[in-house]
């Protein structure tokens, strides 16, 4: 998914593991390829002392969040062509969740939280995050996430009615004024992210969520 903002371009990517030497190349490629101002990946597989993956010319400012395993994992790279010096650097206690970046861009303090929720009881998560980092989050923060849930019924090709959780998360992200961009900008469109192979289904679980009031400086978003 990639959105668009005055000057500063967002690229968010789920990648399933940076170990493997073909996924590291094609994620590298990628990056080349859409030249983001700001990349976030999730899904990365790293530990703590492979935090220097991917390697990308141009790239070389990285903020990961790793544990000790080659599980989950999160990380955001910034082009040596913006002038972005992090003032704040937050991760969760584990590691493998999130990751959160402050700092000054093209004279706006802007807030880049990117999140990969876990695959079991990821509204619950979310939810939870949201409101332990409410006071983080500001009409100049960016949310981007692997959330391992639809949000909504257009985000299943099945057409599946969203569980109580995640609608007590929709409104959690309603009583914080936040919004899915995507959505937003796109609100009957059907494109997805993930397959399902057990169920044989596709939906959309890559999200992009900012505030409501902030909605005008978005140019572009797309997947």
């Given at each position: 998914?990639?959105?668009?903002?005055?000057?500063?371009?967002?690229?968010?990517?789920?990648?399933?593991?940076?170990?493997?030497?073909?996924?590291?190349?094609?994620?590298?490629?990628?990056?080349?390829?859409?030249?983001?101002?700001?990349?976030?990946?999730?899904?990365?597989?790293?530990?703590?002392?492979?935090?220097?993956?991917?390697?990308?010319?141009?790239?070389?400012?990285?903020?990961?969040?790793?544990?000790?395993?080659?599980?989950?994992?999160?990380?955001?790279?910034?082009?040596?062509?913006?002038?972005?010096?992090?003032?704040?650097?937050?991760?969760?206690?584990?590691?493998?969740?999130?990751?959160?970046?402050?700092?000054?861009?093209?004279?706006?303090?802007?807030?880049?939280?990117?999140?990969?929720?876990?695959?079991?009881?990821?509204?619950?998560?979310?939810?939870?995050?949201?409101?332990?980092?409410?006071?983080?989050?500001?009409?100049?923060?960016?949310?981007?996430?692997?959330?391992?849930?639809?949000?909504?019924?257009?985000?299943?090709?099945?057409?599946?009615?969203?569980?109580?959780?995640?609608?007590?998360?929709?409104?959690?992200?309603?009583?914080?004024?936040?919004?899915?961009?995507?959505?937003?900008f796109h609100p009957t469109t059907t494109e997805y992210t993930f397959y399902s192979t057990e169920h044989g289904t596709f939906s959309k679980i890559d999200n992009?969520?900012?505030?409501k009031t902030s909605l005008s400086k978005f140019k572009k978003i797309e997947i």
């Amino acid at each position: 998914m990639n959105a668009m903002a005055p000057h500063i371009s967002i690229l968010t990517l789920s990648v399933n593991g940076l170990n493997d030497p073909l996924t590291c190349y094609r994620t590298t490629k990628w990056i080349r390829t859409h030249q983001p101002t700001i990349f976030c990946i999730q899904e990365t597989h790293l530990t703590r002392k492979d935090s220097q993956k991917p390697k990308v010319r141009g790239w070389k400012k990285a903020f990961h969040a790793n544990g000790h395993r080659k599980w989950a994992g999160v990380a955001i790279l910034i082009s040596e062509k913006t002038n972005f010096k992090a003032t704040v650097v937050k991760r969760d206690t584990e590691g493998h969740y999130y990751i959160m970046l402050k700092s000054p861009v093209q004279q706006e303090n802007i807030t880049i939280l990117n999140i990969n929720a876990p695959n079991n009881g990821a509204p619950t998560f979310l939810k939870q995050l949201l409101i332990d980092l409410r006071n983080e989050i500001d009409r100049n923060t960016i949310i981007v996430r692997d959330f391992s849930t639809p949000l909504a019924v257009l985000d299943r090709s099945s057409r599946q009615k969203v569980n109580k959780d995640t609608i007590d998360l929709n409104y959690t992200l309603e009583q914080m004024d936040l919004t899915n961009i995507h959505r937003t900008f796109h609100p009957t469109t059907t494109e997805y992210t993930f397959y399902s192979t057990e169920h044989g289904t596709f939906s959309k679980i890559d999200n992009m969520i900012g505030d409501k009031t902030s909605l005008s400086k978005f140019k572009k978003i797309e997947i």
